[in-house]
């Protein structure tokens, strides 16, 4: 879905990095697969809210970000 990033947040825990996407108002957070996929999908979402761009992102059935581009 395409989707304006209201906020984003991560921590310096391992693969702990969310976004709260307009489309849902809610909070989702970036599915922890992979270091460098977590690392990747919050540098496009935060890219997207840096530059007021919608991203188009992708949930699995538990509402985890699991892709997201421009």
């Not at 310096?12 to 957070?29: I, V, Y």
């Not at 919608?54 to 538990?62: E, I, K, R, S, T």
Request: charged share 10%; aromatic share 8%; hydrophobic share 45%.
């Amino acid at each position: 879905m395409w989707t304006t990033i209201n906020q984003i947040f991560a921590s310096h825990h391992s693969q702990n990095a969310w976004a709260h996407l307009a489309s849902t108002s809610a909070w989702h957070k970036i599915l922890p697969n992979a270091t460098d996929g977590t690392t990747n999908v919050h540098l496009v979402l935060t890219a997207a809210k840096a530059n007021d761009k919608q991203a188009f992102v992708v949930l699995d059935g538990g509402d985890n970000i699991t892709q997201a581009y421009l």
